[in-house]
Structure formats: structure tokens, C-alpha cells
Nanobody
Framework: QLIESGGGMVQAGDSLKLTCAASGRTVSDSGMGWFRQAPGKEREFVASISWSSSATLYADSIQGRFTISRDNPKNLVYLQMNNLKPEDTAVYFC?????????????????WGRGTQVTVSS
């Protein structure tokens, strides 16, 4: 089970840090990812991190503003979001992958959290 937290309502330019907590199993051997879905839009890739944190992958739209990280002993994955923009408004989901490296396609992930809402006002 994956549980996201840390979402909220902020203004453009603010920062938020999302946390994904895994319970019931370790995810330290799996790649992890963050995705988001805005109303009326498809779920889109945001960021991915390999099991060892040696590799990360980001969507072009958030490159340089968001940072993904993980703490394997604590079974946690983070998404630090800086300089938020109104277009970042969405429900953010974390997921763990079938694979140990970075992946961007939703079908490459097997377990998903329920999401946390991020709303950015201008």
C-alpha cells in the first residue's frame, strides 16, 4: 500500500514537499515514480527514481523545479516541488515499478497510491 501526503493549496512560486509512504512491503528494490492527473486530462509522468537513487528521470515540464528522492530504510519517497505554477495543479500519485530502474510509462508501474491534491493559484 502506498499513501501520499503533503498536498495543499499554495500560491504560484511557493513550494511543497510530497511524501509517499509504503506499508506492507519494502519498496527498496523497486523503481518509484510520481505521476499527476489534472481534471479532464490523462495521467502524466512527473518523475522517477531508481532503487538505489543512482538515476532519476523528470518530465520536461517540471525539469529544474521538482526533485525526487527516497529513503529506503524508511520506505519513503519524496517529491520536492519548487516554484510551483498554476499548471501544476493536479492530483499527484506515487507508484512502484515492475523494474528497479527509472521508467516513465504508467503501465510499467504495478501499485499506486490514492493521490494527494495540489492546487496552485496565480
Amino acid at each position: 500500500q502506498l499513501i501520499e501526503s503533503g498536498g495543499g493549496m499554495v500560491q504560484a512560486g511557493d513550494s511543497l514537499k510530497l511524501t509517499c509512504a509504503a506499508s506492507g512491503r519494502t519498496v527498496s528494490d523497486s523503481g518509484m515514480g510520481w505521476f499527476r492527473q489534472a481534471p479532464g486530462k490523462e495521467r502524466e509522468f512527473v518523475a522517477s527514481i531508481s532503487w538505489s537513487s543512482s538515476a532519476t528521470l523528470y518530465a520536461d515540464s517540471i525539469q529544474g523545479r521538482f526533485t525526487i528522492s527516497r529513503d529506503n530504510p524508511k520506505n519513503l519517497v519524496y517529491l520536492q516541488m519548487n516554484n510551483l505554477k498554476p499548471e501544476d495543479t493536479a492530483v499527484y500519485f506515487c507508484a512502484y515499478s515492475h523494474f528497479s530502474d527509472v521508467r516513465r510509462a504508467p503501465y510499467e508501474y504495478r501499485v499506486w497510491g490514492r493521490g494527494t491534491q495540489v492546487t496552485v493559484s496565480s
